[in-house]
């Protein structure tokens, strides 16, 4: 760049010779922006990192979490850039683990499983408090459980708490049936019937109440609950002179055995539970704060925390600054002094802050896709691992032509996703509900599963391995069968019935969405003949047209796994309506859902959940498309920080290293390097579980 | 008896304007360029395309092409990220955004000058009341304006002309277009206002002047007032204003691809095609230098044009 | 005069309700709530948000409610951040707005009026050409692309400026000169369209001819003139300056309001939108407002009934 600057200048008498000096002007003008722009890529040398590299001197990290939170309140909000600012700030029963995410303890340092996995007792510690000096007991969790449950707390993620008995029925404000002096039971009226009872911990009064056979529980809506009454003749007899009572806080199945004793009554078995109470939605919140403000308790100046980590300063959309918390039970064990959290949505942004030195760490599927080839290089800062969170088209099967499951297949087999994860960089292919690479077990499953169902079924083994993947052909043949013949023209094909008009890509207006509709399109136009239209909507328009199922043909989605179990996947198209927008309900699929949640054997329930999947992928409602990649980067002097499949970070681990030494390298084994002062604390943490697990 | 009178043609103020224009080279080149640039957007697509084949939405079979691959012979421009070659989306992106300013701009002239013109000259409440209507309709969000009108318009309620326009401009099929004809009207909506400003100030400086009163006094009705004598008088700042609306509408239309509402995809405008360039700057620059670079020459003729315009058609302006 | 402001003055409060209530009536025809998201609210966690927001009451309810509200100053709290008022919202970020906004319109009416005035002085000289083809040049360049351009230059290449977020008045360098580009050229080629028209006209001849000297000619009855469009211009230009500082907001990590408004629209956050758009609404009228009273100040052959 310098070189055209004097080369400009060492034109510049030429331009008292010049009679049209307005042209030089503009020709000189457009030289050096060109030479700027295109110098500009070949001017910085590689250096060993990737922009300025310099540990902190003050014990602070600098983190992008993503956009601005909707609030501090930890029941209220869903979102993951919440949630690692609820992971500083409130500490619950457990804690995400910082590689894999499975249940580490936190506020209780041991629990027990009952045998029929729809129990749990949590054994709190006694030292924990919140960080004005208040003790912390089990109490706090029976009120904090009741107000996240409470209707007038607007919730996204209540619904992750619906396993526990009658928090359902509290939440959307339900009734009981009270004939005389007895409740109507669920289990006459179509409910099923209840296993029986296996004692668990101390018996107490609640105890009793909460395992009596379940009660009906009918709509709070007076009008919504006329039409139950009035769709069951047996119903309407039995309520006839009833009293209605509403579900109470009391009702749900949470009980404080005593001050450090805790207990959860779920209704139906869910083994994965434990996982799931990790999440931001189960962590307490102090009552006495609450009284006092009411809705703002949770304003800077009142705000009361039980964290590693306590609020210092919050400005918002600027910075939220926490500062160390010398209460939290655990102070010796956290490292970092300061957290700064800074919420930006601009990819571009993010990048060029981390270049400059500015942040040392940002959140995931920020590496824009251009930027990929360049910054994989820094193989001491990129990292690149498998997320439980996949991408994949719903179709929507209640409109034709989706209705008819040939076109459906025909269409999944015609998308080749080998391809499009190349196109994608930071993606792997995708060809069911479930990721593969996060669940080792379930993966094991799910081979013995097919290797099964092939035998079963007596196909080849080359022939299977191509099953339900890509193959143009065998897509080509199906929709030919199907009545829209695909005619070949030298190099190309064409299907001239198919209705185009009737079809559409539809997705929320963002980049990536749109590469990869592109690149589909692109694909099924090249492999099938058929053009489908692209539809590209605002987010709010998109959402409701999705959800609604009322969208034409594919509608883009995406989904990231609540807990570590392959359930939070499966569980998309279960029950109706559904997550899973495609319009899809089957009552066998369901049913295999439901009976394997029932099994107690974990290896067996794996290979149930294996063949409900394989089960639904036949029926395909969806197409599934890609796993997406952690694809964050981190300085090599930040530690204890690990790319988990949900990008959610335990932060009392994380510590800065100023001996570039001991600095990361190398990040692909960073899961399995070794680091003797992160496994000396999260064995202390894990051992008291551990002792109780056997 | 035959009359043998020469009929002497008469200079009319039309054929001044145009003699003097073509005097102007500047403007003359302006002129050039943008005629280029049109007749390139309509028959530019289709010669390349039959040329090599590239359309703007073609990503390559062969894996190994789709990707971002500098200027070439193959590729006159490069191509993007996908593998498509630029070159065919910048003159498939010039025929949205140049419809984009011609149209946007002439919607908001009409309504703008007469509105404006009508407000200025009338004075008093009707002017008050006028600018006060200005003044509520600039208070409203126009990207709300924008997510109504193609939400409630672009699904199954979109109007037949418009399903005819998009399919006679983009092919069958292509529902994509309606949308980018319903943001020609919201953009139209929006920019006629601060010409309606603009006219009124003129025009309030104007109506007071002694040919208005000579127009007045010999009984000229009130709309030839307006139209045939204050108009083309104020006509200078409101052409220089007309060619500064051209690309604002073209830059909010770029704005708002930039936030996901104008443009869609797989359509691109060149608005649409810098944004998704600016990213990549730092490694791909070509694919921002060279939708950037026809914008702004574009741009730049239309301005040259617009002076020339104003030197010609303000029979004040005398270089002295 | 006077009772000429006064009126204006007392139409602003009834017309800011008027351009709510067709912005609220806006909000409610565009499809999607602020509730929604990627997962599915279950139906009955859904039933009770819309009972709490009362929005399964009719519609005219609603907008009763809310427009009694309003008329106390009263906007509510946030849709999306819950436990935050809508006018503390507008309070804590107006400012970062305020100050780039403003700052960049100095700087555009510094740099712009000055060139225009003298390219009209100079016209057809090079400096004529040059600096309108400059000024076109910033009409032609968005300002998201001339943004990221100057961050690359400036603080990559160079290393002079900070890249993103505010702290210490270096790190305004950037946005404010990204912001000001677009209105520099504007106000240029304006002043310069306006001064070529003034400086032909009758008064000015005669002003030469009474032998005044060029300067006093220029600045005392030039100027005046020529800088009506520039007026005009004004106005409405500093009110969309506000929500036009979106795109620096975004590239430069800036808190500021402009960025809030178009997120509010995004997430249909309708007190917010009401509170934000009230807000600018007043702002515009009262720039109108100002603008129109130094119409008079500027041109004498304007008088207002």
């Given amino acids: 760049m310098i070189n055209s600057i004097k080369f400009i200048a060492l034109t510049f008498p030429v331009f008292y010779m010049l009679k049209k000096r307005s042209s030089y002007f503009l020709i000189a003008v457009a030289a050096l922006i060109l030479s700027v722009l295109i110098s500009g890529c070949s001017s910085s040398a590689r250096g060993k990192y990737f922009g300025k590299t310099v540990a902190p001197t003050d014990n602070v990290l600098r983190y992008v979490t993503g956009s601005e939170p909707e609030t501090l309140d930890p029941h209220i909000s869903s979102g993951q850039p919440e949630a690692r600012i609820y992971m500083a700030l409130f500490e619950g029963l457990v804690e995400y683990g910082p590689k894999d995410q499975q249940p580490i303890p936190a506020l209780a340092k041991s629990w027990e499983i009952s045998p029929n996995v729809d129990e749990f007792i949590f054994h709190l510690r006694d030292n924990a408090k919140w960080n004005d000096g208040t003790p912390i007991t089990a109490n706090d969790f029976v009120y904090s459980f009741r107000r996240a449950f409470s209707p007038e707390i607007l919730s996204s993620s209540a619904e992750l708490g619906f396993f526990i008995q009658y928090a359902e029925a509290f939440k959307t404000e339900q009734v009981f049936v009270k004939n005389g002096d007895a409740f109507l039971l669920s289990k006459d009226f179509g409910g099923d019937e209840p296993k029986p009872h296996v004692a668990f911990g101390p018996e107490t009064d609640f105890n009793k109440f909460i395992h009596e056979p379940a009660r009906l529980t009918l709509e709070g809506d007076e009008k919504a609950r006329a039409k139950q009454i009035e769709a069951d003749p047996k119903l309407k007899a039995a309520v006839n002179g009833a009293e209605f009572v509403p579900v109470k806080a009391e009702d749900i199945g949470i009980e404080a055995i005593d001050d450090y004793t805790l207990r959860i009554t779920l209704r139906q078995s869910a083994p994965f539970f434990v996982g799931l109470l990790a999440h931001q939605f189960f962590r307490p919140v102090p009552q006495h704060t609450i009284r006092t403000w009411g809705k703002d308790w949770i304003r800077k100046e009142h705000i009361v925390t039980n964290g590693p980590f306590r609020i210092k300063d919050y400005r918002p959309y600027d910075a939220l600054v926490l500062e160390k918390s010398p209460n939290y039970w655990d102070a010796a064990n956290v490292h970092l002094d300061r957290l700064e959290f800074y919420p930006l949505e601009e990819n571009s942004t993010i990048l060029n802050l981390y270049k400059a030195g500015a942040i040392d760490a940002f959140l995931n599927h920020s590496v824009l896709t251009s930027w990929t080839e360049e910054v994989r290089l820094y193989k001491d800062e990129y990292l690149n691992f498998p997320e439980a969170s996949t991408a994949y088209y719903s179709m929507n099967v209640t409109k034709p032509p989706f209705n008819d499951l040939r076109l459906r297949k025909a269409f999944a087999l015609a998308t080749d996703r080998v391809s499009l994860s190349n196109y994608r960089k930071v993606t792997k292919p995708l060809y069911d509900l479930t990721p593969s690479g996060i669940f080792p077990e379930y993966d094991k499953a799910r081979e013995k599963v097919s290797e099964e169902i092939r035998k079963e079924r007596g196909i080849a083994p080359e022939v299977w391995a191509n099953y339900r993947k890509f193959d143009p052909e065998e897509a080509r043949k199906i929709l030919t069968e199907a009545g829209f013949p695909v005619k070949k023209n030298g190099d190309t094909y064409s299907c001239p019935n198919f209705p185009t008009d009737a079809v559409s890509i539809t997705f929320n207006t963002n980049e990536n969405n749109r590469g990869i509709a592109e690149f589909v399109q692109a694909q099924w136009k090249q492999n099938l003949g058929i053009t489908v239209p692209l539809k590209s909507q605002e987010f709010k328009t998109f959402l409701k047209d999705r959800h609604d199922v009322q969208y034409v043909g594919f509608a883009q989605s995406l989904w990231s796994g609540d807990y570590m179990d392959p359930y939070t996947f499966l569980g998309l198209h279960y029950g109706y309506p559904n997550n899973g927008d495609a319009g899809f309900n089957d009552p066998k699929y369901n049913k295999m859902l439901d009976d394997a949640n029932a099994e107690l054997d974990p290896t067996k329930r794996y290979e149930m959940l294996a063949r409900a999947e394989f089960y639904v992928m036949e029926q395909q409602p969806s197409v599934p498309l890609t796993i997406n990649a952690t694809n964050w980067m981190k300085k090599p002097y930040v530690k204890g920080m690990y790319p988990n499949p949900g990008t959610l970070f335990a932060w009392k681990f994380v510590y800065i290293e100023s001996d570039p030494a001991k600095w990361d390298h190398d990040v692909e084994n960073i899961m399995a390097d070794s680091d003797p002062q992160f496994e000396r604390q999260l064995n202390e943490l894990t051992a008291t579980q551990k002792a109780v697990t056997k | ?320 | 005069m006077f009772s000429f402001i006064l009126r204006r003055l007392l139409m602003i409060i009834p017309m800011a309700l008027v351009v709510v209530t067709l912005t609220w009536g806006l909000v409610r025809i565009a499809p999607g709530n602020f509730y929604s998201g990627e997962k599915k609210l279950p139906a009955g966690v859904e039933a009770t948000i819309r009972k709490k927001y009362g929005l399964d009451q009719p519609w005219y309810t609603q907008y009763g409610m809310m427009m009694s509200n309003i008329v106390r100053g009263d906007f509510g709290d946030s849709l999306k951040y819950q436990g935050q008022s809508v006018n503390e919202i507008i309070r804590r970020h107006l400012p970062y707005s305020a100050t780039i906004g403003i700052l960049g319109y100095l700087l555009a009416l510094t740099l712009g009026l000055t060139a225009g005035t003298i390219a009209a002085l100079r016209q057809n000289s090079w400096f004529d050409y040059g600096s309108m083809s400059l000024a076109m040049f910033g009409l032609s360049v968005p300002n998201f692309v001339l943004g990221p351009i100057l961050v690359l230059i400036f603080s990559f290449w160079l290393y002079l400026l900070p890249s993103a977020r505010l702290g210490g008045p270096l790190s305004l360098i950037l946005p404010v000169v990204t912001l000001a580009a677009i209105y520099t050229a504007y106000i240029a080629r304006l002043t310069r369209a306006g001064m070529l028209e003034v400086m032909r006209s009758d008064y000015i001849r005669t002003a030469r001819a009474k032998g005044l000297d060029e300067r006093s000619v220029l600045l005392r009855h030039a100027i005046r003139g020529g800088i009506i469009p520039v007026v005009s211009f004004t106005g409405p230009a500093l009110a969309a300056l506000l929500a036009g500082t979106v795109v620096v907001e975004k590239v430069f990590a800036i808190p500021g309001l402009g960025n809030i408004f178009i997120q509010s629209v995004l997430n249909r956050d309708e007190p917010l939108i009401l509170g934000i758009v009230a807000f600018l609404s007043i702002l515009i009228m009262v720039f109108n407002l100002i603008v129109d009273i130094s119409y008079g100040f500027l041109d004498p052959r304007i008088r207002y009934e």
């Fill in chain 2, 1 to 320: 008896m035959t009359e043998n009178v020469e009929i002497i043609k008469g200079a009319s103020l039309g054929r001044d304007a145009w003699k003097r224009l073509l005097r102007n080279k500047l403007a003359v080149f302006g002129m050039i360029v943008l005629g280029l640039m049109i007749v390139a957007v309509i028959i530019g697509p289709a010669i390349i395309a039959w040329t090599t084949g590239y359309t703007y939405d073609s990503i390559p079979e062969q894996k190994e092409l789709v990707k971002a691959m500098g200027p070439s012979f193959r590729h006159l421009m490069g191509t993007d990220d996908a593998g498509r070659d630029i070159l065919a989306r910048v003159l498939q992106g010039g025929r949205i955004s140049l419809m984009v300013g011609i149209i946007s701009t002439t919607v908001s002239l009409i309504i703008g000058v007469s509105y404006g013109a009508t407000a200025g000259y009338l004075g008093g409440r009707i002017d008050n009341l006028m600018m006060r209507i200005v003044d509520i309709f600039y208070s409203i969000p126009y990207i709300l304006i924008v997510i109504v009108l193609l939400s409630v318009f672009g699904g199954p309620s979109t109007p037949d002309w418009i399903k005819w326009l998009s399919a006679t401009l983009g092919g069958a099929g292509n529902q994509g277009l309606s949308q980018i004809f319903l943001l020609f009207f919201a953009l139209g909506l929006v920019s006629w206002l601060t010409m309606a400003r603009v006219v009124r100030g003129q025009i309030l400086s104007l109506k007071n002047q002694e040919f208005v009163m000579a127009a007045k006094a010999t009984g000229v009705s009130t709309f030839a007032i307006i139209f045939r004598h204050l108009v083309p008088n104020a006509l200078g700042p409101v052409i220089v204003y007309a060619t500064l609306t051209v690309p604002s509408v073209m830059l909010t239309e770029a704005f708002l691809s930039y936030l996901g509402l104008g443009v869609q995809a797989p359509f691109a405008s060149w608005g649409s095609l810098a944004a998704d360039g600016v990213k990549n700057i730092a490694i791909f620059p070509w694919q921002l230098l060279f939708p950037g670079l026809t914008m702004a020459l574009t741009l730049f003729s239309l301005n040259f044009l617009g002076d020339g315009l104003r030197d010609a058609l303000d029979p004040q302006t005398r270089k002295f």
